[in-house]
C-alpha cells in the first residue's frame, strides 16, 4: 500500500502550496448545508499557514458542463465559509481560474495568504488534462499538495496533469490524504478478525466487484438496502415489487454460489419493512422471507437487524458502504440506525470502524454518530474503488516517503 511524503514533513517557509482538496460540497439557495469536506482540509491548510506558507487551493463542485462559468457551480459559498473556518480572509480573484486575475493572485502570494480559484471544472481543460490548461495551473505553485481524496480515483488534469506537470517540485499527500490511505488501505490489508463488511445502497451493480474481491478476506459480508433483492430473487426469494436489477441476476447468483464455497458468511436479509409506495406512509408491513407482490422492502426487517447486529458486535474490523434502507424516511431508517449503533458499540469494545463516505457518512451525521467511529471517508466512489484494491495513479505519482 502507499507510502507517501507528508506535508507536514516538508519546508514550505515562503513557498506556494497549490493544493488540490476536495470541496464538492452541497450548496442550497447559496447556503451550504453540510462543511463536513471543508472542515476535513483544515489541518493541513493550518499545516501549510503555521510553518509560513501560503495556499492556492484547487477545487471542483458538481457537474459543470466545462464551457466556462456557471454560477449555481461558484466556489464562492465555500470561500466565505473557509474564511471563517481559518479566520482569516480568503481570496477569490475571479471567475476564472486559469484567467490573468488568478495567476497575478497566485504570482502575488505572500506567507499566511489563502487564494480559493474558481471551479476547476469551469475550464475545459480540467476534465481532458490539457498539457497547457496543466502548465498555467501548475505555475502557481512551489510545491503540489494533494488531499483530495473524495476524487483521487480519477485522472481529471488537477489530479494528474498538473502535478505531473510538476516534475522535479516536491508532490506530496495532504494530511487528510494519509489519513484516508491509512485506514482504507495500510489497516484493511492485514485486517484483524472477525472481519466484517456492511454493504446497502440501490445498486448491486456498483458492489459486485467489491464483494468478489473482499470474499477471501471477509469473515461475514451483511448485505442490505435495495441491492439485496437483486441477490435474493437471484436464489429464488419473492420480491414483490422491489428494486431488481434483472441484468445482474446471473452474477449476483455466482456471487451466492462463490460465498457459499468459502469461509466468508455471506448474509442477506431474512424480513423486510415494506410499503406499497416509495413513502413513509401508507400500507407498511413487515413480511417474512417472501414479500407480497405490490409491495416493495424498504429496509431489512426486526430479525435481520438483531443478526446483522449481533455479528458487527463481536467484529474486529469492520467496513461500512450503504445504507440498509431509505433512513431519510423515518419507519425505514430502523435498520440503518442499528447497524451504525452497532458499529459503534463495537468501536468502543476496541474494534476499527469504518464508513466509506457518500450515504454512509450522511446517515452517520444524520445520527449523530459521525464522531463515534475510527474513520468517516470523505470519498464514495472513492472508497469502493480503494476497498476494491484499485489502484491510484493519482497518488502513485506522489513523493514516496
Known sequence: MYSKKSIANIDVKGKRVLTRVDFNVPIEGGEISDDRRIREAIPTLKSVLERGGSLVLMSHLGRPEGK????????????????????????????????DKAAAAA??????????????????????????YAARMASYGDVYCNDAFGTAHREDGSMF????????????????????????????????????????????????????????????ILVGGAMAYTFLKAIGRQVGSSKV????????????????????????????VCNTDFSKEGNIEVFNERIKDCFMGLDIGPKTQLDYALT??????IVWNGP??????????????????????????G?????????????????????????????GGASLEMLAGKPFTTVELLDNA
Open 312 to 317: 458487527l458486535k463481536k467484529a474486529k474490523n
Open 107 to 132: 504570482g502575488a502570494a505572500k506567507p499566511g495568504d489563502v487564494i480559493l480559484l474558481e471551479n476547476v471544472r469551469f475550464a475545459k481543460g480540467e476534465k481532458k488534462g490539457e498539457a497547457t
Open 351 to 379: 474494534a476499527i470502524s469504518i464508513v466509506g463516505g457518500g450515504d454512509s457518512a450522511a446517515a452517520a451525521d444524520e445520527f449523530k454518530m459521525a464522531d463515534q467511529f475510527s474513520h468517516v471517508s470523505t470519498g
Open 161 to 220: 496533469a498538473v502535478p505531473k506537470a510538476m516534475q522535479g517540485k516536491p508532490r506530496v499527500a495532504g494530511l487528510l490524504l494519509l489519513k484516508e490511505l491509512q485506514y482504507l488501505g495500510q489497516k484493511l490489508a492485514k485486517p484483524e478478525k472477525p472481519f466484517v463488511v456492511v454493504l446497502g445502497g440501490a445498486k448491486v451493480s456498483d458492489k459486485l466487484g467489491l464483494i468478489d474481491y473482499l470474499l477471501p478476506k471477509a469473515d461475514a
Open 68 to 99: 466556462g462559468f456557471e454560477a449555481e457551480f461558484s466556489l464562492k459559498p465555500v470561500a466565505d465559509r473557509l474564511s471563517q473556518l481559518l479566520g482569516r480572509p480568503v481570496q477569490f480573484p475571479s471567475q476564472d481560474c486559469t484567467d
Open 324 to 349: 440498509m434502507g431509505v433512513f431519510e424516511m423515518g419507519p425505514f431508517a430502523v435498520g440503518t440506525r442499528m447497524v451504525a449503533q452497532a458499529m459503534v458499540d463495537a468501536t468502543k469494545a
Open 245 to 272: 436489477e434483472e441484468s445482474h441476476l446471473a452474477q449476483a447468483k455466482a456471487i451466492v454460489d462463490k460465498a457459499a464455497s468459502m469461509k466468508c458468511a455471506l448474509h442477506l436479509p431474512t424480513d423486510h
